[in-house]
């Protein structure tokens, strides 16, 4: 410390040397600075007011320079952002436009707008956050316009949906007028009637990507109307934007699998039909034209469209409906029992056929379905033909046709092919052979011919063809219908000889008639009947088949009656004495037998054919009674029931067989030649003669010989009949004579039948043995 004390001191001591050699300099310099204080403030003052004047100026220069410089910063942005907006500028438009090309539903457009912001604007503006909003929201637009595009399509498919039965009604239209048109045609040129009555492969469009055209043809042309097509009824513009739209989009496949789809859906809805169906006409012409419409659509959308509907797809479709419809046809068809009904169906389907033909859809399976439908006409014809037959056999009177001027007769003649020489000759009044149901019958046959040809136009068929199916069905009509109406007819019980004469005359009549038919149906068929393979009406059999059976029923009818007065029959087979005269049934039956008969010859006949045909009826109807009433006395007497037989029966049933045998010498019908018709009652006679004579001697003797006098007595016959009468006997003696059994003459007898007897059971035997 004292070392640093020292130095301080001595520090001191030079500042002190120092501060004392400089005061004088300081001391001066205060002094001048003293001086020059005055001039200080003076400049002071000056300065500051200068300095005041200057910072006053210099506000006004720094305001404007500050103006200067915001102006060049705004103006540098200005330019700046003039630049940028350039470059932003279409950006927004394209974007405003993309917004406005959605409001009006310009999608395809906007899809483009979209395209070319993403590919060229977008990218120049990347940095701005308002592009990234842009970008993020182009994905959501294109989803909408594909919903969007997508509810229109549905809309577009409801629509045709709604639609397609005008369309299709629409379509089916134009295809009759075109059909009209070429028939109008076709006759112009002489087209006969022989050739095929339809022009093939005739397109109602011209071309096939056209629909229906907006005029339609008609024959006058004053009354041109205008039809509505399917443009008019549907906007097709939803299904192109669609197609373009998801084309564009990249997804076409998926828009085309929906269509099909849909369409499909749709095609089932249409093939389905209505339960009541086959009720009217009218619901068979709307599930037509629906089908039509949906596949006239399609065949639009084929050819305005790249893809969406091909070729194969639409065959794959109509295949499908093709073998939908023959069966909706083929079952709803069965059920239809008004010819009308059927005939208005072939029409319907004929057109509907006509009419997707014209589109290039094949069409020949629905023509093999009418030739089945047509087997269904025929069939309710027939059916319809039989009730009008039954009706006009019931209100047939079976007599002939009385004509009292030759006005009336000229009506019967201009109904039916009636030619007699003789006819004509007599005065009037006079009768025709044949009664009212004749010429009904044979115009009903004609009014068949005629529904019948109705159905076998526009089939695509030749003349020749159509000529065979009216034979065909005509014989249909003859053998089966009209010979079921002839045979119930016969058969029924109010029916009696008079009329089943008749009917036989009006079965000739109209057997006759055949050929006129075949000429009628050759002048509406053009096809001559020399043709090789023509067929012809064999409906001959169905009138000679009736006749037989009318015949028959004569015959049958005659044995009924004999076999209701044999009945009648009450013979006491225990008589001792005949009553000396024939029995009164038998008499009630020949006195009914002679009536019959005189029918037969009191007929009107027009010619020596029906004089004939009578007279040989009434032969084989006498003959046949004969034989009947014979074996039905014969069986009388052979009735296992009846046990014993007195020899007065039998002289009582030989008087009847006696009246029997008169009535046929009496030739109740003329024609029989000789004793013919003697010989029915010639078996009972021979066996009634053996036991009248009781000549069993010759007939033991000569049994078996061809000169024989009992030649028609079988031994069986005989010796049944013999064992009868011996019982009889034997009763008898009882009854008389209670010593009966002591008496030579009776006991000779008995013995006499014993032996002849066991003859007679040894010729049985022995013919048993033999057979």
Known sequence: MEKLDACIRN???EIEKMCNFHHQGFVDAITELLKVRADAEKLKVQVTDTNRRLQDAGKEVIAQTEEIIRCRVQQQNITTVVEKLQLCLPVLEMYSKLKEQMKVKRYYSALKTMEQLENIYLPRVSQYRFCQIMIDNLPKLREEIKEISMSDLKDFLESIRKHSDKIGETAMKQAQQQKTFNTALQKQNNVGYGRNMHIMNVRVPESKCEIPSKRTFEEDDEHEEEVL????????????????????????????????????????LVLQPQ??????????????SQIVGFFVVEDHIL????????????????????????????????????????LELKNLIVVFADTLQGYGFPVNRLFDLLFEIRDQYNETLLKKWAGLFRDIFEADNYSPIPVANEEEYKIVISKFPFQDTEIDKQSFPKKLPMSQSVPQIYIQVKEFIYASLKFSESLHRSSTEIDDMLRKSTNLLLTRTLSSCLQNMIKKPHIGLTELVQIIINTTHLEQACKYLEDFITNITNISQETVHTARLYGLSTFKDARHAAEGEIYTKLNQKIDEFIQLADYDWTMSEPDGRASGYLMDLINFLRSTFQVFTHLPNSNNDHAAMSGKVAQTACMSACQHLSTSLMQMLLDSELKQISMGAIQQFNLDVIQCELFASSEPVPGFQ?????????????LLDLFMVWDW??????????????????????????????RGMKDTSKKNNIFAQFRKNDRDKQKLIETVVKQLRSLVNGMSLHA
């Open 11 to 13: 520090h001191d001591r």
């Open 229 to 268: 097509t399917a443009h008019d009824l549907v906007d097709f513009s939803p299904v192109y934007r669609c197609l373009h739209i998801y084309s564009v989009l990249g997804d076409g496949e998926t828009f085309e699998n929906y269509y099909r789809k849909q369409r499909r859906k749709q095609a089932r």
């Open 275 to 288: 339960s009541s169906m086959h009720e009217t006409v009218e619901g068979y012409r709307r599930y037509f």
């Open 303 to 342: 050819h305005v469209t790249q893809g969406l509907v091909t070729r194969a797809y639409t065959d794959e479709l109509w295949n499908m409906a093709l073998s939908k419809i023959i069966a909706v046809l083929r079952t709803h068809s069965s059920y239809c029992t008004d010819p009308d009904l059927v």
């Open 674 to 686: 000789g004793d013919t018709l003697q010989l029915a009652f010639i078996d009972l006679r021979q």
């Open 697 to 726: 001697s010759a007939y033991l003797a000569d049994y078996g010989q061809p000169t024989s006098k009992y030649l028609r007595v079988n031994p069986s016959t005989a010796l049944t009949l013999l064992e009868k009468v011996h």
